[in-house]
Structure formats: C-alpha cells, structure tokens
Antibody, heavy 120, light 107 residues
Framework: AVQLVESGGGLVQPGKSLKLSCSAS????????MHWIRQAPGKGLDWVAY???????VYADAVKERFTISRDNAKNTLYLQLNSLKSEDTAIYYC??????????????WGQGTLVTVSS | DIVMTQSPTSMSISVGDRVTMNCKAS??????VDWYQQKTGQSPKLLIY???NRYTGVPDRFTGSGSGTDFTFTISNMQAEDLAVYYC?????????FGSGTKLEIK
C-alpha cells in the first residue's frame, strides 16, 4: 500500500531554518511528481511546492526564495528545506503524491502531516 | 493566480439531506477541479478528480459536475460520517489553488 510519512517538524524561532522529510513506500517513487501542501491552524489548505519526477520545481509565491523542495530517489524521500521562517509559516505540512509522469492533476495520497511552529 | 471561490462557507444539515456546494474559478480551468474531504484531525482525502470522476472506493452518493469556471459537488444522501470540511482545488495550472472550504455541521 502507498504510504507517505512526514517528519522533521517542530518549534523554531523566526528567521531560522528547518528541513522536513517525507518517506515514501508502496510505489515507484522516482516515477511520480510530489507536492507539499500546508494548513495553518484552523485554516484552509495552501499548496506550497511541486517537484517533478525529473526534479523540475514550482513554488508558491509566498515561499519562493525561502523554501526548497528536493528529492532523493535512492532513499524514496522527499524534502522541504524551510529558510528564513516567519510566523505565518506556522502550519501542518503535508506531502502528497502527484501523477505518474504528468505534472498536473489531483492528490490521491497524502501523508499524516508534520507541524511546524514558528515562534520566539 | 486562479482564485477558487467556494460557497457556502458552512451548512447545517440533517442526515438524509441532499447537500450541494459550489466552486467558481476566476478563469477557465477546463475540467481540472478536484474535491477533497477533511475530517477533524485527519489528512484530506480525495473524493472526486477531474470534476466528475469518483475516486476508487468513494461511495456513489458523492458526485461532482461542471467545467470551465463553475463546479458543483453533491452528497445525495448525507450520512453522519460525512461531517467534514470539503475543499475544491484547481489542478489545471500552477500554483494549484484551493477553495476556502465548506464545513458541514449537523442541524
């Protein structure tokens, strides 16, 4: 079965950095695009970033220049490097699987999320 | 960016009711709208993809329709386990954008 398990969240001070991981299993990780989506406490869903199977990337304007999505196909792991964190980055961060060798489309699989809290 | 205007924000419903919610895209997104259900404390779950396709295992009381800029999601016979927040999302172009959600509550 497809499984996505996020880790790396925690409490971090404004301006600091954090690196999130998403460990994937149950499918051929290297063949799928992957996404990060976040949800601030009590708020709606916001798409954050995408990495294609060939490692092309796209970012939401709110995180461009601060966040970096990457992947290690040998480790079946997706990453999100969060730099220059702001209080408004406080959210649950979900990874989600995209489509097989297609850059657009729906998210059939989501992880359980990891909470990032930015506060002094 | 494409804005997804979702309505209503919340609904008070009874078990057995027919529930309808809408999403309007600020520009043509073809049929590339997906609907997700999120129960309290859980990750979102895909119900409908490409406007009208029911995902594997999703009960047939959930249906979606629409194209272009106007989309509708319907629960034909509301069940207690359907209490959740429902989100539309356009997956036609980046950045993907979500509606603000519709929260279903018991009357």
């Amino acid at each position: 079965a497809v499984q996505l398990v996020e880790s790396g969240g925690g409490l971090v001070q404004p301006g600091k950095s954090l690196k999130l991981s998403c460990s994937a299993s149950g499918f051929t990780f290297s063949s799928y695009g992957m996404h990060w989506i976040r949800q601030a406490p009590g708020k709606g869903l916001d798409w954050v970033a995408y990495i294609s199977s060939s490692s092309g990337t796209v970012y939401a304007d709110a995180v461009k220049e601060r966040f970096t999505i990457s992947r290690d196909n040998a480790k079946n792991t997706l990453y999100l490097q969060l730099n220059s964190l702001k209080s408004e980055d406080t959210a649950i961060y979900y990874c989600a699987r995209g489509q097989y060798r297609y850059n657009l489309g729906w998210f059939a699989y989501w992880g359980q999320g990891t909470l990032v809290t930015v506060s002094s | 960016d494409i804005v997804m205007t979702q309505s209503p924000t919340s609904m008070s419903i009874s078990v057995g009711d027919r529930v309808t919610m809408n999403c309007k895209a600020s520009q043509n997104v073809g049929s590339n709208v997906d609907w997700y259900q999120q129960k309290t404390g859980q990750s979102p779950k895909l119900l409908i993809y490409k406007a009208s396709n029911r995902y594997t295992g999703v009960p047939d009381r959930f249906t979606g329709s629409g194209s272009g800029t106007d989309f509708t999601f319907t629960i034909s016979n509301m069940q207690a386990e359907d209490l959740a927040v429902y989100y539309c999302m356009q997956s036609n172009s980046y950045p993907f954008t979500f509606g603000s959600g519709t929260k279903l509550e018991i009357k």
